[in-house]
């Protein structure tokens, strides 16, 4: 019975393969179009592959010998004219059927659906099907909006769809319509019922667009033919083309964001948005809301909220303060640990911050180190000796001899928020002597690097960022010793010893 099927189904596909030939060949075998318009009703993969692959033979021959294009000249009664509005139907048919497949189970089918889709919207935009101006662009907008309908679902997640939809959005033409759609269809959506999977596809073709950093104003790079003179051309201005790549982050990032898609938006917002953007404090508002949530968000709106501050003077007073918020046990055990002591590091590079602030950072993070996990202290420690490296006037923090040895008299304030009232400056960093004796060698190492003159070049922390147990206990296992050690404390005679307490229950005589 497999057999008899698996017979049946490689007779129909030839019998479609056969169809789609005899179409071609001829206007009078015409009406095939319709038999495998049915037969791409179903849901077999492999009948679907086929009719997809002949409806791509048929239509892109039909659009580039010019039998589906429609003149005034030609009298819609007569036989030619009857003949043209009938393919011209029958051609939305299968674009309506290909664009419904972009829904369909089949991952294969989806994917050549939309290569279909695309192949179609070249060759109608190297032959259009209707009259053109010259002072038009032959890029057939309407069916191009079908395809973008059919991607930016509000019922499935198109995700890797729109992945293999990226190669496209490097001509000009096409990143354009897609802004334009994008921008016009996330007015509509915000006046009705949206889903996450909506957000999660506009997000997705959001991620893609990118333009050239260095290069001329003018575009050229199109999909499809364009008018001689492009200065007049929308389409061609690198200046439009970010105003609409601008205004549609904007508006995108003012819907309701679920957690995870609110954590991506900001890990690309600083070099996949910012770059592009015809003025990035635009997205001041978003960055400083985020930054004020707290937790692993404001971790991550640490970088956009840094560059609109430096690079484009955003009034933002209270950065450092929010900073210093931050600076809390949890962090040593985030998800984006490395990420925000890479950013830490980099803010407080400038040797013009008050030495009161940069104590502040640096004392906070020491009695933070006292309950840090050894990955974590790996690099707090060296953070820490960077800092007093790079603002001599924090010496005062290693060097004080007049300090209580009592916890309760230490002068700074832990729970102050304010880093110019924590009283940073008046207390040591008694907390890296006691990581003197840590159990890790590599922390006590570096722990006692305080005892002596400071260097002139810094720590790299690069390399110390991504530093888990597991690479701890490897990078141990792997050292050569010179003498293997046979017990905790080496022993100081052969028998009795001063602090054997066990050895003063007898006497040798």
Same mark, same amino acid.
């Given at each position: 019975?497999?057999?008899?099927?698996?017979?049946?189904?490689?007779?129909?596909?030839?019998?479609?393969?056969?169809k789609?030939?005899?179409?071609?060949?001829s206007?009078?075998?015409?009406?095939?179009?319709?038999?495998?318009i049915?037969?791409?009703?179903?849901?077999?993969?492999?009948?679907?592959?086929?009719?997809v692959k002949?409806?791509?033979?048929?239509?892109?021959?039909?659009?580039?010998?010019?039998?589906l294009?429609?003149?005034?000249?030609?009298d819609?009664e007569?036989?030619?004219?009857k003949?043209k509005?009938?393919l011209?139907?029958?051609?939305?048919?299968v674009y309506?059927?290909?664009?419904e497949?972009?829904?369909?189970?089949?991952?294969?089918?989806k994917?050549?659906?939309?290569s279909?889709?695309?192949?179609?919207?070249?060759a109608?935009?190297?032959?259009?099907?209707?009259?053109?101006t010259?002072?038009?662009?032959?890029?057939?907008?309407?069916r191009?909006q079908?395809?973008?309908?059919?991607l930016?679902?509000?019922?499935?997640?198109?995700k890797?769809?729109?992945t293999?939809?990226?190669?496209?959005?490097?001509?000009?033409?096409?990143?354009f319509?897609?802004l334009k759609?994008?921008?016009?269809?996330?007015?509509?959506?915000?006046q009705?019922?949206?889903?996450d999977?909506?957000?999660?596809?506009?997000?997705?073709?959001?991620e893609?667009?990118?333009f050239p950093?260095?290069g001329?104003?003018?575009?050229?790079n199109c999909l499809?033919?364009?008018p001689?003179?492009?200065?007049v051309?929308?389409?061609?201005?690198?200046k439009?083309?970010?105003?609409l790549?601008?205004?549609a982050?904007v508006?995108?990032l003012?819907?309701?964001?679920?957690?995870?898609?609110?954590r991506?938006?900001?890990?690309?917002?600083?070099?996949?948005?910012?770059?592009?953007?015809?003025?990035?404090?635009? =997205?001041?508002?978003?960055?400083?809301?985020?930054?004020?949530?707290?937790?692993?968000? %404001? *971790?991550l709106? @640490?970088?956009? $909220?840094?560059?609109?501050?430096?690079?484009?003077?955003l009034?933002?007073p209270?950065?450092?303060?929010?900073?210093?918020?931050?600076?809390?046990?949890?962090?040593?055990?985030?998800?984006?640990?490395?990420?925000?002591?890479f950013?830490a590091?980099?803010f407080?590079?400038?040797?013009?911050?008050?030495?009161?602030l940069v104590?502040?950072?640096a004392?906070?993070?020491?009695r933070?180190?006292l309950t840090a996990p050894?990955p974590?202290?790996?690099?707090?420690?060296?953070?820490?000796?960077?800092?007093?490296?790079?603002?001599?006037n924090?010496?005062?923090?290693?060097h004080?001899?007049d300090?209580?040895?009592?916890?309760s008299?230490?002068?700074? =304030?832990?729970d102050?928020?304010?880093p110019s009232?924590?009283?940073?400056?008046?207390s %040591? *960093?008694?907390? @890296?002597?006691? $990581?003197q004796t840590?159990y890790?060698?590599?922390?006590?190492?570096?722990?006692?690097?305080?005892?002596?003159?400071?260097?002139?070049?810094?720590?790299?922390?690069?390399?110390?960022?991504?530093?888990?147990y597991?690479?701890?206990?490897?990078?141990?296992t792997?050292?050569?010793?010179?003498?293997?050690?046979v017990?905790?404390?080496?022993?100081?005679?052969l028998?009795?010893?001063?602090?054997?307490?066990?050895?003063?229950?007898?006497?040798m005589?």
């Amino acid at each position: 019975m497999a057999d008899e099927t698996r017979v049946k189904n490689v007779v129909l596909l030839q019998n479609i393969k056969e169809k789609a030939k005899l179409c071609c060949d001829s206007p009078k075998f015409a009406n095939n179009i319709l038999d495998i318009i049915n037969l791409a009703q179903t849901e077999d993969k492999s009948v679907l592959t086929a009719c997809v692959k002949a409806f791509h033979k048929i239509f892109t021959q039909f659009i580039g010998n010019g039998e589906l294009y429609t003149s005034p000249e030609v009298d819609d009664e007569s036989k030619e004219g009857k003949y043209k509005i009938w393919l011209n139907e029958r051609y939305s048919d299968v674009y309506e059927r290909l664009v419904e497949l972009l829904q369909c189970k089949h991952a294969t089918v989806k994917e050549l659906s939309l290569s279909t889709l695309m192949k179609l919207v070249t060759a109608e935009g190297q032959n259009p099907i209707t009259v053109i101006t010259a002072k038009q662009s032959n890029f057939p907008i309407h069916r191009f909006q079908e395809i973008m309908r059919g991607l930016i679902s509000v019922d499935y997640n198109h995700k890797d769809l729109i992945t293999r939809f990226q190669e496209y959005l490097d001509y000009d033409d096409v990143r354009f319509h897609v802004l334009k759609f994008l921008i016009k269809d996330i007015k509509e959506k915000k006046q009705q019922k949206y889903s996450d999977e909506y957000l999660n596809n506009i997000y997705a073709m959001l991620e893609q667009i990118s333009f050239p950093l260095i290069g001329n104003e003018v575009l050229s790079n199109c999909l499809c033919k364009t008018p001689d003179d492009l200065s007049v051309f929308k389409v061609s201005s690198l200046k439009e083309q970010k105003k609409l790549f601008s205004s549609a982050w904007v508006q995108f990032l003012q819907f309701k964001l679920t957690s995870s898609l609110y954590r991506s938006v900001l890990v690309i917002l600083h070099d996949k948005v910012m770059p592009y953007m015809t003025n990035p404090l635009l =997205l001041s508002d978003f960055l400083t809301e985020s930054y004020n949530v707290g937790g692993a968000i %404001s *971790l991550l709106a @640490l970088n956009g $909220l840094f560059i609109l501050v430096h690079k484009f003077n955003l009034d933002y007073p209270e950065f450092f303060t929010k900073l210093y918020a931050l600076f809390e046990p949890g962090v040593f055990h985030a998800k984006y640990r490395a990420r925000f002591f890479f950013l830490a590091d980099l803010f407080l590079t400038s040797s013009h911050l008050p030495a009161y602030l940069v104590a502040a950072f640096a004392k906070k993070l020491s009695r933070l180190c006292l309950t840090a996990p050894a990955p974590g202290l790996s690099i707090a420690v060296p953070f820490i000796y960077n800092l007093i490296n790079r603002h001599p006037n924090c010496n005062v923090l290693i060097h004080r001899t007049d300090s209580s040895t009592e916890l309760s008299a230490d002068p700074f =304030l832990m729970d102050e928020p304010d880093p110019s009232k924590c009283k940073a400056l008046e207390s %040591s *960093l008694w907390e @890296l002597k006691t $990581l003197q004796t840590h159990y890790n060698p590599d922390i006590s190492k570096m722990a006692n690097r305080i005892e002596h003159p400071l260097q002139t070049s810094e720590i790299d922390l690069s390399e110390l960022l991504e530093n888990n147990y597991h690479q701890l206990f490897e990078k141990e296992t792997r050292k050569k010793i010179k003498i293997a050690p046979v017990t905790f404390i080496p022993p100081k005679g052969l028998l009795i010893t001063n602090d054997d307490k066990i050895g003063l229950c007898w006497t040798m005589d």
